[in-house]
């Protein structure tokens, strides 16, 4: 082995697999980050209940398969005002979530978050020929949120090596449930 080769050798040897997550955390981060960003963003029409694209149309679709969360969609639909800023504060929530894991800051906090989202709306996933892949895209969301929530995945080339350097480990709240979830 040549000495460029064998230094090569040495660098991967120390790489963990942590390191190995970042494709995995960069991906999910940017889903949730993507989805929040079509709507709040770039197009803002899709948060207007006045408009043609506003995207409370799609609950009226989930409805029959909200299953646990029918009531509280029922009332969101009812309710137009709460029916726009229910969609508006989940799409900031996205954005948020995303843009958390992709720095890695808070990783397993804003992981949580991810699952939480991915596995509210996992029965949507299932809504017709329109939505052929969805379920993929919401099992690997789940799966990617899951992994990186466990893995602390954001302390490897994330934000939160520095808080866990400075701080440690730091759980939720000091509840007996709560306290097994850490933040970083």
Same mark, same amino acid.
């Given at each position: 082995?040549?000495? !460029?080769? $064998?230094?090569?050798?040495?660098?991967?040897?120390?790489?963990?697999? =942590?390191?190995?997550? %970042?494709?995995?955390?960069?991906? *999910?981060?940017? =889903?949730?980050?993507?989805? #929040?960003?079509?709507?709040?963003?770039?197009?803002?029409?899709?948060?207007? &209940?006045?408009?043609? $694209?506003? *995207? #409370?149309?799609?609950?009226?679709?989930? @409805?029959?398969?909200?299953? &646990?969360?029918?009531?509280?969609?029922?009332?969101?639909?009812?309710?137009? $005002?709460?029916?726009?800023?229910?969609?508006?504060?989940?799409?900031?929530?996205?954005?948020?979530?995303? +843009? %958390?894991?992709?720095?890695?800051?808070?990783?397993?906090?804003?992981?949580?978050?991810? @699952?939480? =989202?991915?596995?509210? %709306?996992? &029965?949507?996933?299932?809504? #017709?020929?329109?939505?052929?892949?969805?379920?993929?895209?919401?099992? +690997?969301?789940?799966?990617? $949120?899951?992994?990186? =929530?466990?893995?602390?995945?954001?302390?490897?080339?994330?934000?939160?090596? %520095?808080?866990?350097?400075?701080? #440690?480990?730091?759980?939720?709240?000091? *509840?007996?449930?709560? !306290?097994?979830?850490?933040?970083?």
């Amino acid at each position: 082995m040549s000495g !460029k080769q $064998s230094e090569e050798f040495k660098r991967t040897e120390k790489m963990t697999r =942590m390191e190995y997550l %970042f494709p995995v955390r960069f991906a *999910v981060g940017w =889903m949730f980050l993507d989805g #929040g960003l079509r709507k709040a963003v770039l197009k803002p029409a899709k948060l207007d &209940p006045n408009s043609a $694209s506003f *995207v #409370g149309g799609k609950l009226v679709n989930f @409805l029959p398969h909200a299953g &646990p969360f029918k009531g509280l969609l029922l009332m969101t639909l009812e309710n137009r $005002s709460l029916d726009v800023t229910f969609l508006t504060v989940f799409s900031y929530i996205e954005i948020i979530a995303g +843009l %958390f894991i992709i720095i890695g800051l808070l990783t397993r906090l804003a992981a949580l978050g991810a @699952l939480a =989202m991915s596995v509210g %709306f996992a &029965p949507a996933y299932w809504l #017709g020929s329109t939505c052929e892949d969805e379920w993929q895209i919401g099992a +690997l969301l789940t799966a990617g $949120s899951v992994t990186l =929530m466990l893995t602390a995945a954001g302390r490897v080339w994330g934000l939160d090596y %520095f808080l866990y350097k400075k701080l #440690g480990d730091r759980p939720i709240a000091n *509840v007996p449930i709560l !306290k097994w979830i850490k933040l970083w």
